[in-house]
């Protein structure tokens, strides 16, 4: 698992003085950037290797300024070219959204997935989330 802190930051939040839906996309990427870094270690963008297919996220509990937040990152499914990422955002101890996300391993030379090495999939098996 991978595990990040944030201070929620007062213009994350919107007119009903809670968190605002878009800012936990961009909290989930940041929380994914160790899985980028194991693509990608310098995070080179003239050679990036991945792309987002697609993302689903689930709202559970309000959000607030004020108190900071934890997001987990997990690998919950591995295949031969792309790989779920499931995230929690926590908040006060209370489970506030989860999150799912697809990433392809991509070459943009040739706009084709590419098979992840054996390598990378142990890394991403370590970091799997726990059934």
């Known amino acids: 698992m991978f595990s990040e802190e944030f201070n ?3 213009y994350e939040t919107d007119a009903l003085a809670h968190v605002s839906n878009t800012v936990l996309v961009g909290w989930f990427e940041t ?7 194991l693509f990608n270690p310098e995070l080179d963008l003239q050679n990036w290797p991945l792309i987002l297919a697609s993302y689903k996220v689930d709202f559970l509990e309000q959000i607030y300024y004020g108190q900071k937040v934890q997001v987990s990152t997990y690998i919950s499914r591995i295949g031969t070219s792309s790989f779920d990422v499931y995230q929690e955002l926590w908040q006060q101890q209370k489970k506030c959204a989860t999150g799912t996300t697809t990433m392809v391993h991509y070459d943009f030379q040739t706009k084709q997935a590419v098979a992840i090495n054996d390598e990378i999939k142990a890394q991403l098996l370590a970091n799997s989330y726990p059934e």
């Open 8 to 10: 929620v930051r007062f």
């Open 31 to 37: 929380g994914r950037e160790p899985i980028f870094k």
